[in-house]
C-alpha cells in the first residue's frame, strides 16, 4: 500500500520522506538507482528497498536559502527530544519523558470522536501489515459480509493518539473527504468506508497488488525507457489533472505515492497519500511547507504557491524515470533546499544524449523555477512529446482562470494579447482548441454560462469544498459577453508560458508585426506608466519604450507591456 501517514502538526513536514544522508558505499560507478542506502557505511543495502523516512540525525550546516525552514526543524527536534549523536541515552530517556508529557498536554480537551461508524471488526478481517507509514499503517483485510464479503481491501490505520492537535484532527477529516469524493476516477483508490475505535480510524480503500512505481524503476535498473516512461507519465498526469480541477493540490507527489492495481507490465497506476494534500482555489496561494524534500518546488520553500507545485514533481519525477538520478542531491534537507533553489537539473551526460529533444524539453518546462512559466497537467498532456490524438484532453481550470484576467484589461492590453494569439504555433492552438470543444461552445461562442455548465459536468464534493466555483464570481459584470475562438485564445494564453518556448522571440516578433498593423497607437509616458502599474519613478524607464518619431509602442515596450514589469529599489538585496 506504501507509506500511509497524515500530516504532521507542525506546518513544516518537508522531510517526511528524507532518505538518510549516508554515503552509499556502493561504488558510483556501478549504481543503478536513484536513491541512496539509509544503511551505515559498510552494510550493503538492497537493491528494491524503499528510501527511509527518519530525521537526520547529526547537526545542519551552515545558514542557506531555507535558514527559517531550518529553524523550525531545529525548534521541533528540541520540543520533541530529538535525538542526535550528541545526546546521552539519559537525556534521551529525559527527551522521550518530555515529549509524552507534552502529548499529554495537548491531547487535553481535543474531540477525536469522527463520527465515523464503529464496527469495523464486525465488517471486516485483518491481515498482515504492507506498508508503514510516520502516523500510521497499512494492513491487508478482507470483507466478512455486506457487498465487500469476501473482498480483498488495503487498510490504513491512523492512530488517534498522534492526533495531537485540533490541525492533526483536521487533516484526517479533510484527507477522507477528499477520499470520498475523488474516488471515481480510474487513477484514484476506489474508497470503501471509514471506522474509527478509541484507538485508530480506519481508512478502507482498494488494494492495489502491483507495488509502487519506485519497485518498478528499481526493478527495471533504475529507469525507465522513454516510450514505456511516457505512459507512465501520461497516468501521472491524468490522476494530477482530475485533482487540480476539483482544487485539490497533492503537495507529495513522489514514486512511492504511485500503486500499480495489478502486477501486470500494463497495469494501471493510481495515486495515493492524500494525507498532506488540501484545497485550493486557482486566484489563492498557500504558504504551509510540507511535502519530500527531493520533490519539493521552489516556490514551496518560498512560501507562496499553488498547484504548480504538484507540477515540479512530475518534472521531477520524469527525470528520474529518463535517466535514473534525482535531478537534486544533496546530503542534508538544507542542502536539498540549496541545490533547488539556485541550480540546475544535468542534461548533458548519459543517458540524455540518447533521449528525445521533445522529452528533454517537457522536462526543463516543469523543471522551470519560475512556477508561471511551467505547464498544468492538462497542457503537458497535449505536449508533442505525449499527444494522442485519440486520447481527450480533460477540462484544465487555468484557461478560464487566464479569461478571467482578460475581461478585466484594458483595451490595449487585450489588442496586445491579440496580436500575441495569431503568432501560435500549432502546440499551442491544439491544447486551447480542446479546451473551446470541452466549453461546448453554442453557435461558435462560449459565455460565463460555459464555463460554469463546464465545472458542474466535471463537479465532485472536493471542488465544492473547494469553492473553484467561488473565483468565476467577478466575472458577473460580464456574463451577457460572448467570445469566439479567436477571442478566447487571446484570452486563455499565457505569456510567461509562452516566453519558455524555445521560438519565443519568432513568436514575439511576429506578434509585434501584427501589433504595429491592427493594435498599436500613439501613448503618453504617463499613460504608458499607468498602463503597466507603474509609478512616477518609473518614467524615465518607460520613456525608452516608446519610439520617438510617431509615440508608439516599440517592440521592448511591447513585450514588456504584456507580462508587466516590476521596478526594483536600490535598497534590494542581491541574488
Not at 497542457?379 to 484532453?393: I, T, V
Amino acid at each position: 500500500m506504501g507509506h500511509c501517514y497524515s500530516k504532521k502538526t507542525t506546518s513544516v513536514a518537508v522531510n517526511d520522506a528524507v532518505s538518510s544522508a549516508v554515503e552509499d558505499p556502493t561504488p558510483a560507478s556501478v549504481q543503478t538507482t536513484p536513491f541512496h542506502s539509509p544503511f551505515p557505511a559498510g552494510i550493503n543495502p538492497s537493491p528494491a528497498r524503499t528510501p527511509g523516512r527518519r530525521m537526520m540525525k547529526w547537526p545542519f550546516p551552515p545558514p542557506s536559502p531555507a535558514k527559517p525552514i531550518m529553524a523550525a526543524f531545529r525548534r521541533r527536534r528540541k520540543e520533541s527530544g530529538g535525538v542526535t549523536p550528541e545526546r546521552t541515552a539519559e537525556q534521551e530517556g529525559e527527551g522521550r519523558m518530555r515529549e509524552r508529557e507534552v502529548e499529554r498536554e495537548r491531547e487535553r480537551g481535543l474531540d477525536k470522536n469522527f463520527g465515523y461508524s464503529k464496527n469495523f471488526g464486525a465488517k471486516y478481517e485483518l491481515g498482515k501489515e504492507v506498508g508503514r507509514g510516520h502516523f500510521g499503517h497499512t494492513c491487508w483485510a478482507k470483507g466478512k459480509k455486506g457487498d465487500v464479503k469476501g473482498v480483498s481491501v488495503a487498510v490504513k490505520i491512523i492512530s488517534k493518539a498522534k492526533m495531537t492537535s485540533a490541525v492533526a484532527i483536521e487533516d484526517v477529516r479533510r484527507e477522507v473527504k477528499m477520499l470520498k469524493a475523488l474516488s471515481g476516477n480510474a487513477h484514484m483508490l476506489k474508497f470503501y468506508d471509514a471506522f474509527e475505535d478509541a484507538n485508530n480510524v480506519y481508512l478502507v480503500m482498494e488494494l492495489c497488488e502491483g507495488g509502487e512505481l519506485l519497485d518498478r524503476i528499481l526493478q527495471r535498473g533504475g529507469r525507465y525507457v522513454e516510450e514505456d516512461a511516457k505512459g507512465i507519465v501520461v497516468q501521472i498526469l491524468s490522476a494530477v489533472a482530475f485533482c487540480h480541477l476539483q482544487g485539490v493540490v497533492h503537495r507529495d507527489l513522489k514514486p512511492e505515492n504511485f500503486l500499480f492495481a495489478t502486477k501486470e507490465d500494463d497495469a494501471r497506476l493510481k495515486v495515493i497519500d492524500f494525507g498532506l494534500s488540501d484545497y485550493v482555489r486557482p486566484d489563492h496561494r498557500l504558504n504551509d511547507v510540507v511535502g519530500s524534500a527531493y520533490y519539493v518546488a521552489p516556490e514551496v520553500l518560498h512560501r507562496s504557491y499553488n498547484s504548480e507545485a504538484d507540477m515540479w514533481s512530475i518534472g521531477v519525477i520524469t527525470y528520474i524515470l529518463l535517466c535514473g538520478s534525482r535531478p537534486y542531491y544533496a546530503r542534508t534537507e538544507s542542502g536539498i533546499f540549496r541545490s533547488v533553489l539556485r541550480t540546475d537539473p544535468n542534461f548533458d551526460d548519459i543517458p540524455w544524449p540518447n533521449i528525445s529533444a521533445e522529452g528533454i524539453f517537457f522536462v526543463k518546462r516543469l523543471l522551470n523555477k519560475d512556477h508561471r512559466k511551467r505547464m498544468t497537467a492538462a497542457q503537458a498532456l497535449a505536449h508533442p512529446w505525449l499527444r494522442d490524438e485519440n486520447r481527450p484532453l480533460p477540462l484544465d481550470i487555468f484557461p478560464i482562470k487566464q479569461v478571467r484576467s482578460y475581461m478585466r484589461a484594458t483595451p490595449l492590453k487585450r489588442a496586445a494579447l491579440k496580436a500575441l494569439s495569431t503568432a501560435l504555433t500549432d502546440n499551442e492552438l491544439f491544447y486551447l482548441k480542446a479546451q473551446f470543444r470541452l466549453l461546448e461552445p453554442k453557435d461558435g461562442c462560449v459565455s460565463l454560462e460555459n464555463f460554469k455548465a463546464a465545472l458542474a459536468r466535471n463537479a465532485t464534493d472536493a471542488m465544492k469544498d473547494a469553492r473553484v466555483s467561488d473565483f468565476l464570481t467577478i466575472m458577473e459584470p460580464f456574463s451577457s459577453k460572448k467570445i469566439d475562438f479567436e477571442e478566447f485564445c487571446a484570452a486563455a494564453i499565457s505569456v510567461y508560458q509562452l516566453e519558455a518556448l524555445e521560438d519565443w522571440d519568432k513568436i514575439a516578433t511576429m506578434a509585434f508585426q501584427y501589433f504595429e498593423q491592427e493594435g498599436n497607437r500613439r501613448i503618453s509616458v504617463e499613460d504608458f506608466a499607468r498602463e503597466l502599474n507603474l509609478g512616477p519613478t518609473a518614467h524615465t524607464l518607460v520613456k525608452d519604450w516608446i519610439r520617438s518619431s510617431d509615440g508608439n509602442i516599440n517592440f521592448i515596450g511591447y513585450t514588456k507591456f504584456l507580462h508587466g514589469v516590476t521596478i526594483r529599489g536600490s535598497n534590494t538585496r542581491r541574488q
